[in-house]
């Protein structure tokens, strides 16, 4: 009966690799890429900014963005909304961005049991997938990750625990948990590090940036967002100021009047989310 159930709870895990949905929110593209590491399909949507289809050879800088706990790759439809938006109105550089399955509630790790490889899944077969499939400029300069909730502690561990990769990181009220936080949530804590302080301290953005700050410091463009009312914004904070103890220059910004809410938070920031962009790429969607 255990390996019954072992087996089921396998074949449940393997479906949400590939969202059943296949819905194209507005300027996405639903995709899947051929996985290794799972022996099986993963999904993911992207978008491509206007003109790509007819632009010729130009590259194109790519955002690779993360949702939160309970999310999957749809939750990223507001964010790519807005930089279309703000893509067509000057306000952003042309950019391609990439809405990662990382499934419900991974905290983008590679699990303790290995059913869940979501961190090789990502970066060694989604990025170089995307690198090979789409007109991308292939240099960790050009290609930021961002997140939003769980998806802020994704891309803060995934940013920093791969600098080789990441030229810039963007953390958006991140879920920035540490061992004492994440060890009280037993189910999660369970699923995702077996139990296991030691397992979950490798892997956490605050040890995983303290340890990789001489390849970040000067080379990473970073910032950290949070709404002033969300119940995060004191971790996000504290997140901010031991990265300048490090030496790591970030950018710490409160948005007025939102709570732990993803699409207000979004649409208090305007064409906002994107002068980060700005800054970060200037001219590099020129690149041939």
């Avoid at 893509?87 to 391609?96: F, S």
């Amino acid at each position: 009966m255990r390996a019954f159930w072992m087996v089921l709870a396998a074949a449940v895990s393997h479906a949400q690799w590939v969202d059943p949905d296949r819905t194209e929110p507005a300027g996405t593209r639903y995709r899947t890429f051929q996985s290794e590491t799972i022996r099986g399909e993963v999904s993911y949507l992207v978008y491509l900014p206007p003109g790509y289809d007819t632009s010729g050879g130009k590259r194109y800088p790519a955002v690779y963005w993360l949702h939160g706990l309970g999310g999957n790759q749809r939750s990223g439809a507001p964010f790519v909304s807005q930089l279309d938006a703000a893509i067509r109105a000057g306000q952003a550089p042309a950019m391609i961005a990439v809405l990662v399955n990382g499934l419900p509630d991974s905290r983008y790790v590679d699990s303790h049991d290995g059913q869940r490889p979501v961190e090789k899944a990502i970066l060694r077969e989604l990025v170089p997938h995307v690198d090979k499939t789409y007109r991308t400029i292939a240099r960790r300069e050009a290609r930021a990750i961002e997140g939003y909730s769980m998806g802020g502690f994704g891309a803060a561990r995934l940013g920093f625990g791969h600098p080789e990769l990441f030229g810039a990181v963007s953390i958006m009220a991140g879920a920035l948990l540490d061992t004492d936080s994440v060890a009280s949530r037993a189910e999660l804590f369970a699923k995702n590090f077996g139990g296991s302080k030691a397992y979950f301290h490798e892997r956490s953005p605050w040890v995983v940036v303290e340890r990789n700050a001489p390849a970040i410091r000067g080379r990473t463009l970073v910032r950290i967002g949070v709404g002033d009312l969300d119940a995060l914004y004191e971790r996000n904070l504290t997140y901010h100021e031991m990265l300048q103890r490090l030496g790591i220059t970030n950018e710490f910004f409160g948005v007025a009047g939102v709570a732990h809410e993803q699409r207000k938070f979004y649409e208090k920031l305007g064409a906002g989310a994107f002068r980060f962009y700005q800054r970060a790429w200037g001219g590099a969607g020129a690149d041939h």
